[in-house]
């Protein structure tokens, strides 16, 4: 098992910054790829961005590819999103998410088997 903790969101205007955590407990954390989602209101929920056990993949949707950076820290049991240039079509709640074992596609939710209860990020135009 891991339980995974979401930390970091909050109100932010367009074009500022945001940097989520991803706390994870239970199992070896360094085994596991990660991932964000994002679910805005009245939408399904969708991928934002992954990253593999060693941190040496990197993956993007390409609404936030450019602005969003991946990244992990397994050492701490933590994985990030930095987020920059916010816009106000990123407002969503953002899961984090982890797979027990290597996923065939990373985009996909399926492929993930423990989330977090997600964290608010609201960008006021």
């Known amino acids: 098992q891991v339980q995974l903790v979401e930390s970091g969101g909050g109100l932010v205007q367009a074009g500022g910054s945001l940097r989520l955590s991803c706390a994870a407990s239970?199992?070896?954390?360094?085994?596991?790829?990660m991932g964000w989602f994002r679910q805005a209101p009245g939408k399904k929920r969708e991928f934002a961005s992954a990253i593999s056990w060693s941190g040496g993949s990197t993956f993007y949707a390409d609404s936030v590819k450019g602005r969003f950076t991946i990244s992990r820290d397994n050492a701490k049991g933590t994985v990030y999103l930095q987020m920059n240039s916010l816009k106000p079509e990123d407002t969503a709640v953002y899961y984090c998410?982890?797979?027990?074992?290597?996923?065939?596609?990373?985009?996909?939710?399926?492929?993930?088997?423990?989330w977090g209860q997600g964290t608010q990020v609201t960008v006021s135009s």
């Open positions: 998410a982890a797979a027990s074992s290597v996923p065939d596609d990373y985009t996909m939710q399926y492929e993930y088997d423990y």
């Open positions: 239970g199992r070896t954390f360094s085994n596991n790829p």
